[in-house]
């Protein structure tokens, strides 16, 4: 860590977020609330030491930004904002492992990935916190293993950041333990940094770290293990081994990183393993290939994954990539053709995402008479349920039969009226009201009409009388987009069914 970037780079590299910076937050405000983040914005009205899904961290920033700027695309500024301080760690990250040069190919590459430059860059998501906790744990730890030998009191700061990195990361995701694993594995691996198992500060910062989760922890023990055996469970083998999963999990990591950026990636990770021996790719590789690795072949045997799950392990093989790019000695000119060819596929993807998620073309006009459903109906907002005449005035409560669909409901109807779940998979609503103290009341079930017969089945059984459905149309741009059915429902006769044992009211 001894090399330093001088002032150019550095103001290239403030340059290069700051462009970023702007290109999200147009791409954010352009873009409706997404379904993770609607339920998201929803479920952290009420603050709590931890949810059900998740650690809390992403969901208490999610709170007080939607008390700061109200339950909108406004709230996805902090985010944005996160991820450029996260990507000027990993620039000093980078630089002061190889070079200013590499440095500026990895920053640039990170940000105009689909990837980061959407979802961790500026969605309400945790990848955006756990990549900041990530990024300020592998900064600090790289100047204990990499620069000159410093005072006591230096290596003791480092350590604690650290710790701290590794804390902000772990209340953000479950999956932070693999990095911390990654961590702790370099030390051992490499025959350097062996010394620092003899030291108390790695330990003292392991206790920080574990204090930091203590909130995630009362949460479960409070709630039956619930979260924990929630992810958990993602990983159990269900007999037979599953090679499609594999294989769309690997094909999603593609479109995630884009091939173009996705080819130089595996190159860089390549050409770190032959060189091995050098620390510094060691030091990367054990960041990068326990996620990737791990995450990416559990579908084969468990259940199916999600490919953002590997997503840190690749955010530390940006820097391999910057420095095999680097090191290929390829002409300014041929990188900023790079540069700029990669952002006009970004621009170009995402103007198409933002023109579909407004107006539903162009797939409207290349499915016409296809039954395909529309993936950016997923950030259409659900705000004409408000004019629905049955929700007039409000009911006791609402309920979803689909936990995705309640956060939809939530923020269009309102933090006033309680919503819940009817459904074996009610996530994060099962810990919120207890339907136990309703019991008597009336309220109003919501679903798709396609699914009508399917709710009232479901709901029969726990109401006194359930009346004749209300449709209402929620238009895009004029056009049908989504139809509803609103069910009145008379008399809650006993507590909804929850499937957890230590939810509301239990």
């Given amino acids: 860590m001894e090399r330093r970037p001088d002032a150019d780079s550095d103001r290239l590299a403030l340059a290069i977020l700051a462009g970023f910076f702007v290109a999200r937050l147009v791409f954010a405000f352009s873009l409706g609330l997404g379904i993770d983040e609607s339920y998201t914005i929803a479920i952290s009205r009420r603050l709590d030491l931890s949810y059900f899904d998740h650690p809390p961290l992403h969901l208490w920033a999610a709170h007080f930004a939607a008390l700061a700027v109200g339950e909108n695309v406004a709230a996805r500024a902090p985010f944005v904002a996160l991820f450029s301080a996260t990507g000027w760690i ?35 998501v945790p990848d955006g916190p756990l990549l900041f906790g990530l990024a300020l744990a592998a900064s600090a730890a790289a100047r204990l293993f990499f620069a000159p030998p410093q005072s006591d009191a230096s290596v003791w700061r480092l350590w604690l950041a650290v710790g701290i990195g590794l804390g902000l990361a772990g209340l953000s995701k479950y999956s932070a333990v693999l990095s911390a694993g990654g961590l702790a594995a370099f030390a051992i691996l490499s025959p350097n940094q062996r010394r620092w198992l003899r030291h108390p500060a790695p330990y003292i910062a392991a206790i920080l770290a574990l204090a930091m989760m203590t909130p995630v922890i009362v949460w479960n023990a409070q709630h039956g293990w619930a979260s924990f055996e929630f992810q958990a469970g993602r990983g159990v083998p269900e007999g037979g081994l599953r090679p499609a999963q594999l294989a769309t999990m690997a094909l999603g990591q593609i479109a995630f990183l884009s091939p173009w950026i996705f080819a130089p990636l595996i190159a860089g990770l390549a050409s770190a393993i032959r060189q091995r021996a050098d620390e510094r790719r060691l030091f990367l590789l054990c960041l990068s290939l326990p996620p990737i690795v791990l995450l990416t072949v559990t579908p084969l045997w468990g259940g199916r994954g999600q490919p953002h799950w590997t997503m840190p392990g690749w955010f530390f093989a940006f820097p391999l990539m910057g420095v095999w790019l680097d090191q290929l000695s390829l ?93 074996n998979d009610p996530r994060g609503w099962a810990f919120l009201d207890d339907s136990a103290s309703f019991v008597g009341r009336s309220g109003v079930i919501v679903t798709p009409v396609a699914d009508l017969r399917a709710a009232r089945a479901a709901a029969e059984p726990y109401f006194a009388d359930l009346g004749e459905p209300q449709f209402q149309t929620l238009a895009r741009q004029g056009a049908a987009a989504i139809e509803l059915a609103l069910i009145p429902a008379d008399g809650l006769t006993r507590r909804l069914p929850i499937p957890y044992p230590g939810a509301a009211g239990r």
């Fill in 90 to 124: 990993a620039y000093r990250l980078t630089s002061g492992l190889f070079d200013a040069r590499a440095a500026l190919i990895a920053l640039f590459a990170l940000n105009v990935t689909p990837f980061f430059f959407a979802s961790a860059g500026g969605w309400i």
């Fill in 331 to 423: 002409s300014s000119r041929a990188l900023r053709r790079s540069a700029l060819a990669s952002s006009v596929l970004l621009a170009a993807i995402a103007a198409v995402v933002s023109l579909e998620a407004a107006t539903g073309w162009p797939l409207a006009a290349f499915a016409t008479g296809l039954r395909v459903a529309d993936p950016m109906l997923e950030a259409f907002a659900w705000g004409d349920l408000r004019k629905a005449p049955m929700l007039d005035p409000a009911p006791n409560f609402v309920i979803a039969t689909k936990w995705s669909e309640a956060g939809k409901i939530a923020l269009a109807l309102g933090p006033r009226i309680p919503v819940f779940v009817l459904s």
